[in-house]
T-cell receptor, first 112, second 112 residues
């Protein structure tokens, strides 16, 4: 799976709690992305990073923050989880702007 | 705003059949187009990436073509096998620094 590890794989949390999802890569790729996948909406970009400490918002960034302090790690934080954030979250990496994206196996998050 | 459509949403074929999966997009000014495969409970696996200057790409039994002027790409699968059963997604990139816009996918079932 292109050296991408997402943790945890599954998580159940309560509304209002903070949650952090981790993406770790061993490929030394510059670009890292967080997507969510929902029935009827497909894949939507939350945030992305184009280098250490360089991040930007995607199309559905409200309620989410990210950090990238090392090349290999990209963290996604739900500051105060809501039921609408129940989803499957995927991390993806890319070597360059012309390169294919490679995805992790996802984290299934349920907010009760 | 770029929109990517994949029709039909599901397809069932007998083993051995050659088949074509379609992807259409509304803005022909694209940077590249990527085809992915997604197995249940898994992340996306990159199959083929076509740059805007290319007409097609091939990998084994897979061939993807791109016609920017008509806003279409096709993924051709030769001699389909039950192991090809999965959801196939296409994604279009509008510019070098643009995000990927995903279609909702075609769920393929190859019957033994």
């Amino acid at each position: 799976d292109a050296g991408i590890t997402q943790s945890p794989r599954h998580k159940v949390t309560e509304t209002g709690t903070p949650v952090t999802l981790r993406c770790h890569q061993t490929e030394n790729h510059r670009y890292m992305y967080w997507y969510r996948q929902d029935p009827g909406h497909g894949l939507r970009l939350i945030h992305y990073s184009y280098g250490v400490k360089d991040t930007d918002k995607g199309e559905v960034s409200d309620g989410y923050s990210v950090s990238r302090s090392k090349t290999e790690d990209f963290l996604l934080t739900l500051e105060s989880a809501t039921s609408s954030q129940t989803s499957v979250y995927f991390c993806a990496i890319g070597q360059g702007l012309d390169s294919p994206l490679h995805f992790g196996n996802g984290t299934r998050l349920t907010v009760t | 705003k770029q929109e990517v459509t994949q029709i039909p949403a599901a397809l069932s074929v007998p083993e051995g059949e050659n088949l074509v999966l379609n992807c259409s997009f509304t803005d022909s000014a694209i940077y590249n187009l990527q085809w992915f495969r997604q197995d249940p409970g898994k992340g996306l696996t990159s199959l083929l990436l076509i740059q805007s200057s290319q007409r097609e790409q091939t990998s084994g039994r897979l061939n993807a073509s791109l016609d920017k002027s008509s806003g279409r790409s096709t993924l051709y699968i030769a001699a389909s096998q039950p192991g090809d059963s999965a959801t196939y997604l296409c994604a279009v990139k509008g510019g070098a620094n643009s995000k990927l816009t995903f279609g909702k996918g075609i769920t393929l079932s190859v019957r033994p």
